[in-house]
């Protein structure tokens, strides 16, 4: 797999120097998995689940940087450094980023059904976000790659039927840890010197919630259903990437939240199914999605 681009940047209409630049970024990525999932029944109550999932992935890009030979083709001055060469720093052997990820993410859930329209849970699980690298770097030195961003979460939860399963209720709360957030860091170029904002893996963060779940079919066609989640973010460490008033004062604050990450997310809404005979069935529906 590649992609490859070609680049004139004069739109100006004064002949000013310009640089023109050839990109060919060769990629490979690789993918492989396996997992396993069981449930048991302890008892006639009380359930077990365990699952698991190995992973394996690999990333490889080429960064190739080449500024083709304009002389004759463009007006002289315009692109004074395309003489056919490559980038400083990017001569062959050309520089590649890599990353290589193997990880085993494990499962378990303990589940208790108190009667046969309610039950109660807890669970136990790892995941991550892939690995990468530094997609767009100005020198050789700033081919860096990163790790994989790491979550482990905790759930416990209760699902219910009520009212000869006309009502829905569940509930929910979980936390989540994450670790290895991957943010931009400021540092500094080794190559060059100068200041330089570089994707590492640092920081991290903890999520906890609640979520509630109503769904209600109080008569024939007639379907209400609603929810309502509470969420709050904390960043517990940013590392590097943290707000630096001299080094990084465009960077992030322990009391900063994500964006799409809101306190309150509630929806509402309804529906009601219209037979239309041998037509078929209409059926309008109203949704009503609250954010704060």
Do not use: C
Not at 97 to 103: D, I, M, Q
Not at 110 to 119: A, K, T
Not at 124 to 144: D, I
Not at 160 to 187: C, I, K, M
Request: glycine share 10%.
């Amino acid at each position: 797999m590649a992609s490859a681009g070609f680049s004139l940047r004069a739109r100006s209409r004064a002949l000013r120097p310009r640089l023109a630049v050839r990109t060919v970024y060769p990629a490979s990525s690789k993918d492989e998995s396996v997992f396993a999932h069981v449930n048991y029944k302890i008892t006639s109550a009380i359930g077990l689940e365990l699952g698991a999932r190995y992973s394996h992935e690999t990333k490889r890009y080429t960064f190739y940087r080449y500024e083709p030979n304009l002389v004759g083709l463009v007006p002289a001055g315009l692109f004074p450094t395309n003489l056919g060469n490559y980038l400083a720093g990017f001569s062959p052997p050309l520089p590649t980023g890599n990353v290589s990820v193997s990880r085993v993410d494990p499962k378990v859930g303990l589940s208790y059904q108190w009667s046969p329209d309610v039950m109660t849970y807890a669970q136990y699980s790892t995941g991550y976000k892939s690995g990468g690298f530094n997609p767009r770097p100005l020198t050789r030195t700033q081919v860096t790659s990163f790790g994989p961003e790491k979550v482990t979460s905790y759930e416990v939860g209760l699902k219910s039927e009520w009212f000869d399963h006309r009502l829905r209720a569940n509930v929910a709360g979980f936390v989540s840890n994450y670790s290895a957030l991957q943010l931009p860091v400021a540092t500094v170029d080794p190559g060059t010197g100068f200041p330089a904002f570089l994707t590492e893996s640092v920081g991290n963060a903890r999520i906890k919630g609640i979520e509630l779940e109503v769904e209600s079919r109080p008569v024939r066609g007639l379907s209400i259903d609603g929810s309502l989640g509470y969420l709050h973010y904390r960043t517990l460490n940013l590392g590097g990437a943290a707000y630096n008033s001299v080094t990084n004062p465009g960077g992030p604050t322990l009391s900063d939240v994500p964006a799409l990450t809101p306190t309150w997310k509630g929806n509402l809404g309804t529906q009601y199914a219209i037979a239309l005979g041998s037509l078929g069935t209409l059926t309008p529906r109203l949704d009503y999605t609250y954010l704060e």
